[in-house]
C-alpha cells in the first residue's frame, strides 16, 4: 500500500522565528474540540496495519497469538478475512475491517449488497471480535478514480445495515485517502482539499460530522522529505530534536512545527476547516518509514526507521498533540507489522516492516520486533 502513497508535489516550508506577524487566524473554538474529543478512544493509541503480500505467512491463529504475547491492541486489516476474524475473537484486539477496493461498485450500487456484507464480516463476529469500524476501500480517490462517484453512496449503505443491526453506534465507517488530496498543505493554515474532489469530500465530510466517523488519513513524512530534500531536513521528517532555526513557522498562525507529522495532521484539519467542518478527527491509518531501499532512496534505512517509528510512537503515546490542537492528538496506525516480500519493485515497498524475521510461530519469544512499545 505504501508506494501509492504518493508525495505531495508542491510543498512550501517555512523555516523561521519571527515575532512581527498578527495571527490571522482564530484556532477551533472549545466545542468544536470537545466534540473532536468525543470521537476519539479514552487515550490516543498506536495500532499496526497487516499486510499479508507476504510469502510463508503463518497462520491466523499463530499471528494473533504473536500480537497477544507483543500486547497489541489494535489493528488494521485490508479486507475482512473470515480467518483471522474467527482468531480474534475474545482477545479484546480491535481490529479495522476493510472494503476492498474491488467491492465498492457492488456495494454502492445496492442496500441489499450492502447488508449481506454486513451480515457476513460484521454480524457473523461481533461482538466476540471486537470490530471497531470499517475502512470503505483505500485510496479510492487517487487510486481508482473511477469508482468515486460510487465511495459515498457505498459508505451510506453499509452505514444503513449498521443502523438496522443497531451497531452504528459502536463501529465507525470511513474510508482512508492519500495525503496528496490536500493541495498547498504547507504552511498547513493555506491547506485545502483537491477541488476537482469536491462532489465527494463535501457528502463524505457531511457523512463524518454526522455519525461522529473519522477522517482516515494515510500520511507519510518520508515522501515529503524525498521529494523535498534540502528544503525539508532529516530531522524534522524523524521527530529528532531540532534548533530553533530548523523549527518550520506558520507565517499566518505564528505556530510552530517540529515535526513533518503534526504538519500534515494539521493541514487535514484546515482543510476541513476551508470546508466549514471543524467537529471531525483526524485518525492517522497509515505512517512508517522503509528500512531498505534501492539506489535511488539511500534515506530508507533501519536506522532511520527505527528513529521514525520509536520517536512517532513516543509522539502518540505522550499525548502532545499538534500545533494547532494540542488538546487532541490523533491515533496512528504503523505501517506495518511484516515486510511484505511479494510487493513489486521499488525495493523500499517491501521494506516496511517492524518484525524483523521470519518468527518461530511456536516460540514468540523469538521474533525480533524493534520496539517494545506495547508493553
Not at 163 to 181: D, F, G
Not at 351 to 364: E, H, M, P, R, Y
Request: with cysteine; aromatic share 10%; charged share 15%.
Amino acid at each position: 500500500m505504501a508506494l501509492s502513497k504518493l508525495p505531495l508535489s508542491t510543498i512550501f516550508f517555512f523555516f523561521m522565528y519571527t515575532s512581527l506577524f498578527t495571527i490571522s487566524q482564530v484556532l477551533s473554538s472549545k466545542i468544536a474540540v470537545a466534540q473532536i474529543k468525543d470521537q476519539q478512544d479514552n487515550e490516543p493509541f498506536v495500532g499496526i496495519n497487516i499486510g499479508v503480500d507476504v510469502s510463508n505467512l503463518m497462520s491466523a491463529t499463530e499471528l494473533v497469538s504473536l500480537l497477544q504475547f507483543q500486547k497489541v491492541t489494535h489493528i488494521r486489516l485490508y479486507d475482512a478475512d473470515p480467518d483471522m476474524l474467527k482468531a480474534l475473537a475474545k482477545t479484546k484486539i480491535r481490529v479495522i475491517i476493510s472494503v476492498p477496493n474491488n467491492q465498492l461498485i457492488a456495494i454502492g450500487s445496492s442496500n441489499a449488497t450492502a447488508a449481506s456484507w454486513i451480515g457476513k464480516n460484521v454480524l457473523a463476529y461481533y461482538p466476540q471480535t471486537v470490530i471497531t469500524a470499517i475502512a470503505v476501500g483505500d485510496e479510492v480517490l487517487t487510486t481508482v478514480p473511477s469508482s468515486a462517484p460510487l465511495l459515498v453512496p457505498a459508505i451510506e449503505s453499509l452505514y444503513s445495515a449498521l443502523v438496522a443491526a443497531n451497531l452504528h453506534n459502536q463501529i465507525k465507517i470511513s474510508t482512508p485517502h492519500s495525503a496528496s488530496i490536500i493541495l498547498d498543505p504547507f504552511p498547513p493554515s493555506q491547506a485545502f482539499f483537491n477541488q476537482s474532489w469536491s462532489s465527494v469530500m463535501q457528502p463524505l465530510l457531511k457523512f463524518l460530522s454526522e455519525t461522529g466517523s473519522p477522517l482516515m488519513m494515510n500520511l507519510y513524512p518520508y515522501y515529503v522529505f524525498m521529494q523535498n530534500k534540502g528544503v525539508v531536513p532529516l530531522e524534522n521528517s524523524l521527530f529528532k530534536p531540532l534548533t530553533p532555526s530548523k523549527e518550520m513557522v506558520d507565517p499566518n498562525t505564528l505556530l510552530h512545527y517540529t515535526n513533518v507529522l503534526d504538519a500534515m495532521v494539521d493541514a487535514a484539519y484546515y482543510s476541513m476547516k476551508n470546508l466549514n467542518f471543524t467537529d471531525v478527527v483526524v485518525l492517522v491509518t497509515e505512517s512508517g518509514w522503509p528500512s531498505k531501499g534501492d539506489s535511488k532512496e539511500p534515506y530508507a534505512t533501519i536506522d532511520n526507521a527505527d528513529t521514525y517509528n520509536s520517536n512517532m510512537i513516543k509522539h502518540v503515546l505522550d499525548q502532545s498533540g499538534t500545533p494547532l490542537h494540542p488538546e487532541i492528538t490523533s491515533s496512528v496506525y504503523l505501517y506495518e507489522l511484516f515486510n511484505e516480500d511479494l510487493r513489486s519493485p521499488p525495493v523500499s515497498e517491501a521494506n516496511w516492516g517492524i518484525v524483523l524475521c521470519k518468527c518461530d510461530a511456536s516460540l514468540f519469544a523469538s521474533c525480533i520486533w524493534r520496539w517494545d512499545f506495547f508493553g
